[in-house]
């Protein structure tokens, strides 16, 4: 299937600081990335779509101002959480597509687990 | 996920078959997947139904009815590291053709 990278796969941050998690496409040019967020023992939440070029596009209740996401090139989306709370401890998963039915945004990046202290 | 209902939790013994099922309500449906997810890792995608049948591939099938709005997984000669939660996606024009995800089922394997 379809490679999509996630980096960093771990990390641990101050309150009050931004981390910026980066998900790219290796064997394909990704028109548009999804994000996620997970909570523990719960199911896969889409936070944002994003697609090269042009603004992302966030679902009901997600601060864009908090969860900023930058698609600049086929193959890179970046989602950085500005101002981090301890709240925002999750794990972040993306996802990537090309073509619109594609089946290619079945294939997740392997996470990230961010915890805020 | 809206209207996407699958069991909280299943237990079965190594060896046997279990079957995971899914029923979910939408317009515009354009496709079934299931994933596999172990605890602290990301979702490894399992299974993809667009059409009604059953699709085979290896241990695990997964079968589509579109017009029962309804899906199942089955897992045959079930091992110990087959333990992890499996999730339901639906992707549908009614959800702009995005993944929307059940809350998962979570498959204990026991000895």
């Known amino acids: 299937g379809a490679v999509v990278s996630q980096h960093p796969s771990r990390v641990i941050c101050k309150s009050g600081t931004s981390v910026k998690i980066e998900c790219r496409s290796l064997d394909f040019q990704a028109t548009t990335m999804f994000w996620y967020r997970q909570f523990p023992k719960q199911s896969l939440m889409l936070m944002a779509t994003s697609n090269e070029g042009s603004k992302a596009t966030y679902e009901q209740g997600v601060e864009k101002d908090k969860f900023l996401i930058n698609h600049a090139s086929l193959t890179l989306s970046t989602l950085t959480v500005t101002s981090a709370h301890p709240e925002d401890s999750s794990f972040y998963i993306c996802?990537?597509?090309?073509?619109?039915?594609?089946?290619?945004?079945?294939?997740f990046g392997q996470g990230t687990r961010l915890t805020v202290v | 996920g809206q209207n996407i209902d699958q069991p909280t939790e299943m237990t079965a013994t190594e060896g046997a078959i279990v079957q995971i099922n899914c029923t979910y309500q939408t317009s515009g449906f354009n496709g079934l997947f299931w994933y596999q997810q172990h605890a602290g890792e990301a979702p490894t995608f399992l299974s993809y139904n667009v059409l009604d049948g059953l699709e085979e591939k290896g241990r695990f099938s997964s079968f589509l009815s579109r017009s029962k709005g309804y899906s199942y997984l089955l897992l045959k000669e079930l091992q110990m590291k087959d333990s992890a939660s499996y999730l339901c996606a639906v992707r549908a024009r009614e959800y702009g053709n995005k993944l929307v995800f059940g809350a998962g089922t979570i498959l204990r394997v026991k000895s």
């Open positions: 996802s990537a597509k090309t073509g619109v039915l594609s089946g290619t945004e079945a294939f």
